[in-house]
């Protein structure tokens, strides 16, 4: 099974504030990492699809990079609806897994 | 416009079974490529990938819980079921279905239905 483990679990950040969320996969693979946001009592979103593709609608402030183990999802500069909890997600093999969560505070 | 909604007990007692439906629209389960996962979440909790089904009838499952778990499709019916045996209070969780091409993350999400496991 691919692990991956997300940091940090929890970040306090005002509006403006560059953000990065780092997903580290257990077993080195490319093009094949997600990210969601999710808000409290919502279904996840997807945000970002094959490491770095900006899903149709999502706002260019958002953007993904990585390879081998290391992923990372950026906020270029928070906006008051960016608050919410973020998870990473690989689709290279399965069973697939999901990170823990990064939970985004307003500072 | 695709959309997925899931249906079926909100509470259900220690050691029954769980019978998860979900009903979805604007896509067939006919189509190559295309399938439907279950996907939950304990409160408070991250996102735990339980099965999914393909166009094909193509079954994967979570090892942690392949044993208690079977999903179905209906394709005339645009509707998946997922059974979860031997309920537990840890099963309490938040259930959602996605739709999903091929090895792609999952583009859409029902709602999700609350399941509470308590006797």
């Known amino acids: 099974d691919i692990q991956m483990t997300q940091s940090p679990s929890s970040v306090s950040a005002s509006v403006g504030d560059r953000v990065t969320i780092t997903c580290r996969a257990s077993?080195?693979?490319?093009?094949?990492v997600a990210w969601y946001q999710q808000k409290p009592g919502k279904a996840p979103k997807l945000l970002i699809y094959a490491t770095s593709s900006l899903q149709s609608g999502v706002p260019s402030r958002f953007s993904g990079s990585g390879s081998g183990t290391d992923f990372t999802l950026t906020i270029s500069s928070l906006q008051p609806e960016d608050f919410a909890t973020y998870y990473c997600q690989q689709a290279k093999s399965f069973p697939l897994t999901f990170g823990g969560g990064t939970k985004v505070e307003i500072k | 416009q695709i959309t997925l909604k899931e249906s079926g007990p909100t509470l259900v007692k220690p050691t029954q079974t769980l019978t998860l439906t979900c009903t979805f629209s604007?896509?067939?389960?006919?189509?190559?490529?295309?399938?439907v996962g279950w996907i939950r979440q304990p409160p408070g909790k991250a996102l735990e990938w339980l099965a999914l089904?393909?166009?094909?009838?193509?079954?994967r499952y979570s090892p942690s819980l392949k044993s208690r778990l079977t999903i179905t499709k209906d394709t005339s019916k645009y509707q998946v079921v997922l059974t979860m045996t031997n309920m537990d209070p840890v099963d309490t969780a938040t259930y959602y279905c996605?739709?999903?091409?091929?090895?792609?993350?999952?583009?859409?999400w029902g709602q999700g239905t609350l399941v509470t496991v308590s006797s």
């Open positions: 077993q080195g693979f490319s093009s094949w």
């Open positions: 996605a739709h999903i091409v091929g090895a792609s993350p999952f583009h859409y």
């Open positions: 604007g896509f067939s389960l006919s189509t190559g490529g295309v399938g």
């Open positions: 089904i393909y166009w094909d009838d193509d079954k």
